[in-house]
Every structure is written in structure tokens, then in C-alpha cells.
């Protein structure tokens, strides 16, 4: 399929700008020129990356004639308290099913998942099966009361998601031929593999040597990197094009930590790094692990003297206002 014919529905502010980070760039040696791509402020709720997925998934759930959908994550969860928010743009009922035992008070991504009107629903982990069986049971109970919900995954990661991000790679791709400039590689947070997924089909479709970094922050390497390959092979399928991505897949789990949602002290130092000297406010759980990577890769050396090279910002930063035990990560 041509990627024009793409059913799409208009959510985010694009282009996001992609700016340059000269005093980081500095602050980490001065060789190697840091640029930051703002995903943080595609709109939707203050923004993040799940805004260019949903232009898709949600186009799809239009399509289908859906008026409802459901999606799941932990109480923090970036992709939920965006679905509520692009449901509610589009006069959609939302349905978050979380993977956690309730929590009273209402911090960070909750309080706005509320504020927007979306409907929480409360699954212990100890007391399920599945997530997705979940939402599969919960989809039956909307349907039997007239409703027609439209499922989205964990994080907005199956293939028709990460189309969004083989848009983004066009779209950066005409800010590097605007300022004349080409881009080593791409550092970005990965967690369920589709932002991974879109850009690294992005950058195959369109032959660009740019690496695509992904900065595992909860899974390990052994089990995210096939999952990169195999969502961007379905993405590529979609695409009618057939390049294998195994081998251009790179994942790295040096930088989880003690887990998701856990700092570390790279991942600390990051955050007042990139605040202090951009002004700009990564988040303590995806993106801070992601600049810990990219600080030390560039302090080690990994990139020529003059290469670019790119941060994509992911979002988050409504985490910052959350009690670290609200991280799904923390409570076992
Ligand atoms: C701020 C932020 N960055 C990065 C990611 C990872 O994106 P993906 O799940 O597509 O790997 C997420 C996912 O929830 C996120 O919320």
C-alpha cells in the first residue's frame, strides 16, 4: 500500500521543531553537534510521541465506525493519558484498563486521564491472566450495551501505530535537507518497540545510512530487539516492501537500571543536564534513560568529530509530577 493512502486523522502539531542543543553539546566535549527533535510538544495533553500513533490507530477506529475505545498501561502511562485526550478531541468514550491494583490519589498522567473524562478500570496483575484478555472482556461488555470499542494496544504498538513513525522519518528528512545537513543516528526511548519499529522502517524505506538507537527502558535486549524486527517487518509488509530489518535492529539495555520507572544515576544526571543547559525537561522513566545512552555514547566517542546527531524527546514529563511508587515498575 502507497503510504499516501494511509486513512489518517489530524492530532498532533507537526512538524515538531528539531533544534539545536549547542550548550549540551558542549557540556558533553563540543565534538559532536546534538540536535533534539520535540516530540514533547506535539500537543494532546502536553504532548509526547503516542500523538503521531494515534492519528492512525484512531483513523482506523473512525473507519471501523467505532465510538469507543480501550487501551491499557501502568497508572502512569504517557499512551493512556494521550488516547483520553485524543478520544475526547474527537468525541470518543476512552476506557483505560491498568495494569495495577487502584490507587486513590490522583498525580501526574491519572489526575489528566481523569480530567479528560476517560473511564479507569483497575486490574490487579496478581489477579489476571492477561491485559489484553482484559480488554478483550471489557470490549464484549461495551459491545452488549450498544457500543462498538475499538481496541488499541499496550503503548499503541502494532503496526498501524508505528506508520506514525515512518512519517516522522519523512518529516525529519526534510529538516535535514532544509539545513543541509545529514544525520549519524537517531537516540531515542524504547519500550514497546513501535516508535523503534516506525523509525527504523522509516530510515530502510527511505535508504538513509541515519542508526536508529533504541534505549530499552524496561525490557531486556534478548527480548525487544525481535520484537523491533518483527513490528517493523509487519510495518514494511504494509508498505508492500519486503527488506529484511533483523540485521539493522539496535537495542541496547544497558541503561534500565534496576528497572522501569527506577532511576539510575545516569539517567538523574541527564535531567538536570538537558535542563540546565537547554532548558528542556526530559522524564525520569523513558526519556532520561534514553539521554543517559546518548551522553555516554558521545563522551566515549562513538560518533566522529562534526557528526549530528539526533535525541528524539518522546515526552513524559507528567511523570515528574507523580510519587515515584506510582510507576508500575515500583510496586513489586
Ligand atoms: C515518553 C515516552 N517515551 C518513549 C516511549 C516508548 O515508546 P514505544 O512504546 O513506542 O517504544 C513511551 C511509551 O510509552 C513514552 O511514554
Redesign the pocket.
Known sequence: MDMANFPRVELAALPTALQPAPRLSRALGGKVNIWIKRDDNTGLAIG???AR?LEFLLADALRQGCDTVLTT?GPQ???CRMTAAAAAKLGLECHLVFNSRPFDIRQGNLLLDELLGAKLHWRDPAKIENISREMSNLAEELKAQGRRPYIIPL???NEVG?MGYVYAVQEILQQAEALGIQFEAIV?????????AGLLAGKLLNNVPTGII?VS?SRSQAVLQPQVAQLCQAVLSLLDCDIDPTDHVEVTDAYVGAGYGLPTEASQSALQLFARNEGIII?P???AK?AAALVYEVQAGRWPAGSNVVFWH???SPALFADSIFWEGNQK
Open positions: 509526547g510521541n503516542k500513533k498501561g502511562s504517557n499512551h503503548g499503541g504498538s508505528a531515542h526511548a524504547s519500550g514497546s518497540g513501535g516508535t523503534q533504541g527502558v522524564d522513566v523513558y526519556t534514553a518522546t515526552g513524559g
